[in-house]
């Protein structure tokens, strides 16, 4: 197996088996050296790939199958592990005629938040409440849901603390935290405690089972706090309501941050943080995004900072956001857009969306702002989305497109507070220039409203599930009000992009292998092969962390385009080296999915992890 340590930076040599090998000149010769180095690469990665499988595999995976199959190609790879493949060739272009949305499964539980975990499965987060489709082994219904997109079925996990608007984080491990909730409902489940300071962890690796909570709680009660890593393997926890009750009084509400440290563990007290109180009672769920310098940009209502989490000061004012407020109850989405050493690895932030007041009669925000928070003079480029929309939310694609789609015309987060819901799904090309940027691609027919989420899956698809708009799961609409004409979503689909739509879906680059699932951000490289039956003539390779999904934040998501070199247009079999980014600003530590872009046409992912 390579280990980074085998790379000798005077010589790049690689030890194999015993072996050394000068791989200067393999990257940097023909295409008959480059397939005799794919037959040593095959071998490490033959191992690489088995270990990764093995650390990720759960117990219900037969692991002999597992180390057996390394040398399927990844389509039956994936098909075989549950990091599933979901994805079915549409025959047609013709959008009119097939729809790029179909319904896959149930999620077991309402969608409130979501993850993709490392070993291929989708887990959902939701509440304590009087219904869902699952019970656990206690009898009490369970509230999170592990789908597997291979079968497409759930199945229940129990919690502890009531998980009800937590927010989350990947920790630098693999494993997934969500943070905060809201108080106990005895009269519904007694088995389920307090999680206004809840701290639940969820491994998929040695250990496979429930939430697990060892007891560690937050300084300070949150509901509706945001987590975003930091390059120090820290979670930055901020906000919440101390209460659940009316934030119009400062004294029910938390704006305070707190670190957690690499193991979840709490590190400090809770500190105030001035852009929060200043900003009450639109101070929760505020945006969040780990910027090259180390510091934050947070962003709640309309106001934006650079924020240094290490010295507790804000090291840069930003300028306000034209347009209604961004943030809950009026949530529009927030992205960091794709970030690459091209551009200096320079932040620049997208919010879209939005609403102007906390009730089903406000109207929704059609604008959307772009700021580079690092710039010399930033400042704010406003463009318009094809229509207004409340709880829109924001997802980068591996083309460095953005899909922005679910949500509302009109309403606010909340129960009962959202009517004609948004069906269409917006692909956004940052590349483009303005006026050429949006694109209606499909159009759903399922309502996705409060407590619903997006995710993109390995195969380059995404998830779409969830809407719950009610305190209580509702199984039928009622139409004699607005209010109750939404029901509880149950049902999973799964969207096709427009890059695998058609004739794209022939295009893709297969049996990609790489020479190790363990990375580090230090600028060091590692190997890529894979093949190819298009003429492909642009490679991107795309290092994507989803993150923590809900109430249209996507918590620590983030996309960098890996620098390569060996790359040789026009032959079947490539075989390149990848550039890691300089530092864990760029890409904090924790599992992500490398996507190998031809042409636009993302492969199917391989799980890594950045240490
Ligand atoms: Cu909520």
Request: aromatic share 10%; with cysteine.
């Amino acid at each position: 197996m390579l280990i980074k340590d085998d790379l000798d930076n005077g010589d790049n040599v690689l030890n194999v088996g015993g072996e050394l090998l000068h791989h200067d000149k393999c990257i940097c010769i023909g295409r008959n050296t480059m397939r005799l180095t794919r037959l040593y690469i095959s071998f490490f990665v033959y191992h690489a790939t088995s270990q990764s499988l093995l650390r990720f595999a759960s117990p219900d995976h037969d692991v002999q199958a597992i180390s057996s199959e390394s040398e399927q190609n990844d389509a039956e790879h994936m098909a075989s592990h549950g990091a599933q493949s979901s994805f079915v060739p549409l025959e047609t272009t013709e959008q009119s005629s097939v729809s790029p949305f179909r319904v896959v499964g149930q999620s077991g539980v309402p969608a409130m938040a979501a993850a993709l975990m490392p070993n291929g499965n989708v887990v959902f987060i939701d509440k304590v409440e009087n219904y869902t489709q699952l019970v656990l082994d206690n009898g009490q219904y369970a509230y999170s849901s592990e789908y597997n997109l291979t079968s497409n079925t759930a199945h229940g996990l129990g919690y502890q603390t009531n998980a009800f608007c937590s927010g989350g984080s990947f920790l630098a491990d693999g494993r997934l935290v969500s943070v905060g909730g809201n108080g106990p409902l005895p009269d519904i489940d007694p088995t389920v405690g307090d999680g206004f300071q809840g701290i639940r962890y969820l491994e998929r690796g040695a250990y496979y089972g429930d939430w697990y909570e060892p007891g560690h709680t937050l300084s300070t009660p949150r509901w509706y706090a945001s987590v975003q890593m930091l390059q120090g393997k820290e979670l930055f926890v901020a906000s919440g309501s101390l209460n659940g009750l009316d934030p119009m009084r400062s004294e029910n509400n938390n704006p305070t941050f707190e670190i957690l440290d690499q193991d979840g563990i709490p590190a400090t007290g809770s500190i105030i943080l001035p852009i929060l109180s200043d900003n009450q009672p639109y101070y929760m769920y505020p945006f969040l995004h780990l910027l090259k310098n180390g510091h934050l940009f947070i962003f709640v209502s309309r106001s934006a900072e650079v924020y240094n989490p290490y010295d507790l000061t804000t090291s840069r004012q930003l300028p306000n956001l034209p347009g209604a407020y961004r943030t809950y109850p009026n949530t529009g989405g927030s992205v960091i857009l794709p970030l690459s050493k091209k551009n200096d690895w320079e932040p620049e932030i997208m919010v879209c969306g939005g609403g102007a007041y906390a009730d089903i009669s406000s109207p929704a925000d059609r604008t959307c702002g772009r700021i580079q928070p690092l710039s010399e003079n930033p400042e704010w480029h406003m463009e318009e989305m094809p229509e207004p929309r409340v709880m829109v939310e924001g997802l980068l694609l591996p083309d460095g497109k953005v899909l922005w789609l679910n949500g509302a015309r009109r309403g606010a987060q909340g129960f009962g507070t959202a009517q004609e819901p948004c069906f269409g799904a917006f692909i956004y090309d940052p590349e483009q220039p303005t006026g050429s940027r949006w694109a209606l691609e499909g159009t759903s027919d399922i309502p996705r409203l409060y407590h619903s989420v997006a995710l993109l899956l390995l195969d380059g698809t995404v998830m779409v599930a969830g809407s719950n708009p009610m305190e209580q799961p509702l199984l039928e609409p009622n139409y004699n009000s607005p209010a109750t004409a939404y029901a509880t979503e149950f049902r999973v689909e799964i969207y096709t992009p427009p890059y695998l739509l058609g004739a794209n879906a022939s295009k893709r680059p297969q049996n990609i292998q790489l020479s190790q699932v363990d990375l580090i951000a230090d600028g060091e490289s590692f190997f890529i092969s894979f093949t190819s039956t298009a003429n492909a003539t642009d490679l991107k390779i795309a290092l994507y962390h989803g993150g923590f999904v809900t109430h249209s934040l996507h918590m620590g998501q983030r996309l960098i385009y890996l620098d390569h070199e060996g790359f040789a247009p026009g032959f079947d079999e490539q075989f390149v080296s990848v550039f890691m980014p300089p530092s864990s600003s760029i890409s904090p530590s924790g599992p992500y999915v490398i996507y190998v872009v031809l042409d636009g046409v993302p492969g199917l992912g391989q799980f890594v992890m950045v240490r």
